[in-house]
């Protein structure tokens, strides 16, 4: 008899952007008439930029003739790119980070996830409240977190964080020590930011407690305050302690091309359970060896043009593009007489909801009432509930329509 993993059993019934799809999918088949604007999952809208789609189509030829063609790349990704992440991403800012130290991937969902494969676990889980809820889901797969308590909204044996408005979303330390703690900055959903200063913070317990940070930083292009660290690695010691996770998807529109990678510092330890310390690099390149054969020839030229002056400018133009939707968004909802939260160094935009209302029930409200698709906040945890997130990733036609009509709802 096949026996199955029965920690999926724990989890709710679908996946947070699924169920949000499917309600919306409903609500258009009974509405064929009404056109709806989707500010929920924060899929970009603006095609690739032309220097990207330039070298994606360079690397295609490339593979389809005899002397250029490339079979199997490294798991790790080619070192074109690695070196490219490391001069761009990392030395311009004054971090050390060395080519081996990256790893090129499929998505920063996918490593998020598949992180978990190199950890123990008894490990004990943080996360920030409200969050990605990746981070959340892929611990309860593992067997990391039990049972779901529908009263408090939280999974057993998972320690939450709150980040919320009355701690200025500032994640304060919990009272039992996490093996593991899941931080992502600036922070999806809340659009909310670290300093360096609460950043060295985190960075000095996880040290004091020999505990791993998994730094989830897929947002760091639309920061616009120079003083907010666009990486862990800015905090000295960092990479004692942290795996950074980086993505194409926002800063590059490559949601539908797929490329991001992680950073496994060489300094950074896992401990037996007898307390002997192991290299997390050496354990993630043997997971990366056996479980994937890397991203496509193409797709890694393509996010190699990223870097180069054209790439820049171009993938910035969208970039300040989208801000500017977030700043319509922001501006139309305080007008509106809102109270919003982020949109200053991110794409997302948290607003509480009205009075009286909750989360799912302010989604239904906007959906029938101004056609807007927007997330429920408390699909990002507990603490979530009462507010609501919109993303700036739309078209700036349909941000200023979408606005237009929730003000006269
Ligand atoms: C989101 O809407 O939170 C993100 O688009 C989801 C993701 O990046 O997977």
Same mark, same amino acid.
């Given at each position: ?198 950043? $060295?913070?985190?960075?000095? *317990?996880?040290? #004091? !407690?020999?505990?791993? /940070? ?7 292009? =639309? +920061? ?91 993938? $910035?133009?969208?970039?300040? *593009?989208?801000? #500017? !939707?977030?700043?319509? /968004? ?7 007489? =809102? +109270? ?70």
């Amino acid at each position: 008899m096949i026996t199955i993993n029965e920690n999926f059993l724990n989890l709710q019934d679908s996946y947070l952007f699924q169920t949000i799809a499917k309600k919306v999918a409903e609500f258009q088949t009974n509405n064929p008439d009404k056109r709806i604007i989707k500010l929920g999952i924060g899929d970009v809208t603006r095609p690739i930029v032309p220097a990207v789609v330039d070298a994606m189509y360079k690397a295609i030829d490339e593979m389809g003739n005899q002397e250029t063609f490339r079979g199997y790349g490294p798991e790790q990704g080619y070192s074109f790119l690695r070196e490219k992440i490391v001069e761009n991403d990392y030395l311009k800012r004054g971090v050390e980070i060395s080519p081996d130290e990256i790893f090129i991937s499929d998505g920063a969902k996918c490593d998020c996830g598949n992180i978990g494969d190199i950890l123990g676990l008894n490990n004990r889980v943080a996360i920030t409240d409200p969050v990605y809820p990746v981070y959340l889901d892929t611990n309860i797969m593992a067997g990391r977190g039990s049972s779901f308590d529908e009263k408090t909204g939280k999974f057993e044996n998972i320690i939450y964080i709150p980040a919320t408005a009355e701690n200025n979303f500032i994640p304060e330390f919990p009272s039992e020590v996490p093996d593991m703690i899941y931080l992502c900055f600036p922070n999806n959903p809340t659009g909310t930011t670290l300093s360096k200063e609460e950043l $060295k913070k985190w960075v000095d *317990y996880a040290k #004091e !407690n020999k505990s791993l /940070i998994l730094f989830d930083s897929a947002y760091e292009s =639309f +920061i616009q305050d120079e003083n907010i660290p666009h990486s862990i690695y800015e905090v000295e010691g960092a990479k004692e302690v942290a795996i950074e996770f980086r993505s194409f998807s926002k800063t590059a529109g490559f949601t539908g091309i797929r490329c991001a990678y992680a950073v496994v510092p060489k300094e950074l330890k896992g401990y037996t359970k007898k307390g002997e310390d192991v290299d997390l690099n050496k354990l993630w390149n043997r997971r990366q060896g056996t479980k994937f054969n890397g991203v496509s020839y193409p797709v890694q030229r393509a996010a190699e043009a990223i870097y180069t002056k054209e790439g820049q400018k171009q993938i $910035k133009e969208n970039i300040a *593009y989208y801000m #500017e !939707n977030a700043k319509i /968004i922001k501006d139309g909802l305080k007008e509106a007489g =809102f +109270i919003v939260y982020g949109g200053e160094n991110a794409p997302y935009i948290w607003l509480k909801v009205p009075d009286g209302l909750s989360s799912w029930e302010f989604f239904d409200k906007l959906l029938n009432e101004a056609n807007v698709v927007g997330t429920p906040g408390v699909g990002f945890g507990p603490s979530g509930e009462g507010y609501f997130r919109l993303t700036a990733f739309g078209t700036k036609e349909n941000t200023i329509e979408a606005i237009a009509r929730i003000k006269k709802m």
